[in-house]
């Protein structure tokens, strides 16, 4: 029974809400960058499209094929990555693994709206997930900064 109330407890209401209101799920025309991830172990996939402006993201659109967690995570980001620079995408994802692997401290304003996936910590095997959307946009970061210096 208490496997069953782990479940509930990482799958809350909240996190469901989250899954089900993802926004900017419309990709953009014209992007800086495109970046599409995939978790192996799940299949999970998140696309993310980003424009900058003064080493900012002016402009976000994702493409979220992900469990519930890896949906949450994206919303979170997705809500909150408008404005952020890199230093803000990375801190974020590097907060975010360590929230994850080592129960470390919440990720920093703009996205401490991730605490509220502490639960997964126990499930390393949605850690990947739930990192994507992250991941994609950092990546995708970099590539747009170096097709503005091209």
């Known amino acids: 029974m ?3 109330n782990d479940l509930i407890k990482l799958y809350s209401g909240r996190i469901l809400a989250l899954a089900a209101e993802i926004p900017h799920t419309d990709r953009l ?4 960058a495109t970046v599409k991830k995939r978790s192996p172990l799940c299949g999970s996939t998140v696309t993310v499209d980003i424009a900058l402006a003064d080493g900012r993201i002016s402009a976000f659109g994702q ?4 469990c519930a967690l890896g949906q949450a995570a994206a919303s979170i980001v997705g809500g909150n990555v408008i404005g952020a620079s ?3 995408i990375e801190t974020a994802r590097d907060s975010l693994k360590i929230m994850l692997k080592q129960d470390g401290p919440t990720p920093p304003s703009p996205f401490e709206g991730l605490e509220v996936l502490r639960p997964a910590r126990e499930y390393k095997n949605r850690h990947a997930s739930i990192m994507l959307a992250l991941e994609a946009t950092l990546e995708a970061f970099d590539q747009a900064e170096q097709a503005h210096c091209a």
């Not at 025309?29 to 800086?32: L, M, S």
């Open 2 to 4: 208490s496997g069953e």
């Open 29 to 32: 025309e014209t992007p800086d």
């Open 63 to 66: 493409d979220v094929k992900a």
């Open 86 to 88: 890199r230093s803000d």
